[in-house]
């Protein structure tokens, strides 16, 4: 059977499929270890837990409107004041099945065929993919290591067209960490409302940051900035929800309203048990993301630390989110390796170690690293890296 072309054009998920390759190694009794996920390593704080039993318990398993309920909702439009003095009604707000969902809707009611998004690189692995499934043409920018991953207001009025739709700002970064100041973001900013560019701005790592810096949404800094951005964001990395599928898109009325409609006859709506414990996620005591944030922290600081004293590896040091990015590109050439993917490949073979190679993420110098798990795994998997290089040298 002839598969339609939208899909057969699609690039596998590379972080998925090292994963996978890792836990199939693992099944088979390999010690390996595993520094691929996107997810926290900490389970879902037992308050959120338990609002998710009395949701059941209260026979609070049926549908929901198509958007999210109304609590769920509320909480949002108060989050989103207090946290980034945005003020939203419930009708700017669609509570979605994660916010990989809110994004594919966005791009669907969005984009017409041959429509262009710009796409920083390093980017996540599904932002070309889904902007390709609506009919768009992912247009990729490149951002230089030397300024930290981060596009520059010269760089976008350059790839800009009459086609260009929206931008893409993933502020703190997956996969570098990296995060844009308020200074950055305001010319940027400034590029897109001249050229009237919608700013897709993904804040999901907005709870995960190291540094001094505090979060800025780009949606803060104007009224014309807050009418051209949608903001999407969710409790997956902040409150330790990866399974719960529970994010949210905050926008323009329109476009909101379209997403629900299409929300409507896909997903119907995001299961109501996971949104009731999103609701107790926002409404309830952020100590628990606060204690996750300092573990991340002390891993960071100590991962860093380790991978800058390995032969041939080089890496920014990130201000957030819970990945490194490390340059090997000098590692893997010293090494004998064709490129970085076989240099990835083969630490897995020899080392049992799992890095994702930074191909998939735009970025085929680089490799990234996750530190969601404990300190303990990332010191031994930071000295079979060692180990690997050395024995590889030439």
């Not at 979605?96 to 669907?108: I, M, P, S, V």
């Not at 404990?374 to 590889?392: G, T, W, Y």
Request: net charge negative; charged share 20%; hydrophobic share 40%.
């Amino acid at each position: 059977m002839q598969l339609a072309d939208r899909v057969q054009s699609l690039t596998p998920s590379s972080t998925l499929a090292i994963t996978a390759k890792a836990k199939a190694l693992k099944a088979e009794g390999h010690d390996v270890i595993g520094l691929g996920a996107g997810e926290p390593d900490f389970n879902t704080p037992s308050y959120i837990i338990e609002a998710a039993k009395r949701a059941m318990d209260e026979g609070l398993t049926k549908y929901t409107p198509a958007g999210g309920i109304p609590e769920l909702k509320n909480s949002i439009t108060t989050k989103l004041k207090r946290d980034q003095s945005l003020t939203y009604t419930n009708e700017q707000i669609i509570v979605t099945t994660g916010a990989k969902h809110a994004l594919f809707t966005l791009f669907q009611v969005l984009l017409n065929e041959g429509d262009e998004v710009i796409v920083p690189a390093p980017y996540w692995v599904s932002y070309p993919e889904q902007i390709k499934l609506a009919g768009g043409k992912p247009v990729i920018l490149p951002a230089q290591e030397s300024n930290d991953f981060k596009i520059t207001p010269g760089q976008l009025k350059e790839v800009i067209t009459p086609k260009t739709k929206a931008v893409i700002i993933n502020s703190p970064s997956n996969p570098t960490g990296m995060m844009y100041s308020e200074d950055e973001l305001r010319a940027l900013g400034q590029v897109c409302l001249e050229n009237d560019i919608l700013v897709v701005s993904d804040e999901i790592y907005e709870k995960l940051i190291y540094t001094e810096e505090s979060h800025v949404s780009i949606a803060q800094l104007s009224e014309d900035l807050y009418n051209q951005t949608v903001i999407i964001n969710g409790v997956s990395k902040s409150h330790s929800m990866t399974g719960w599928r529970i994010g949210f898109a905050a926008g323009n009325k329109q476009i909101i309203k379209a997403m629900s409609n299409m929300a409507s006859h896909s997903t119907s709506n995001p299961t109501s048990i996971a949104q009731y414990a999103a609701l107790a996620a926002y409404t309830g005591s952020e100590e628990k993301v606060i204690e996750m944030r300092d573990a991340f922290k002390d891993r960071l600081e100590a991962l860093y630390q380790w991978l800058i004293e390995i032969p041939g590896v080089e890496c920014v040091k990130p201000s957030g989110a819970f990945y490194l990015f490390p340059n090997v590109k000098k590692a893997a050439e010293e090494g004998g390796f064709e490129d970085v993917d076989s240099w990835v490949k083969a630490l897995l073979d020899e080392e049992k170690v799992a890095l994702v190679p930074g191909s998939g993420f735009g970025s085929p110098e680089n490799v990234r690293l996750s530190y969601a798990t404990s300190l303990d795994q990332l010191e031994k998997a930071a000295d079979r890296i060692k180990r690997f290089v050395n024995n590889h040298q030439s």
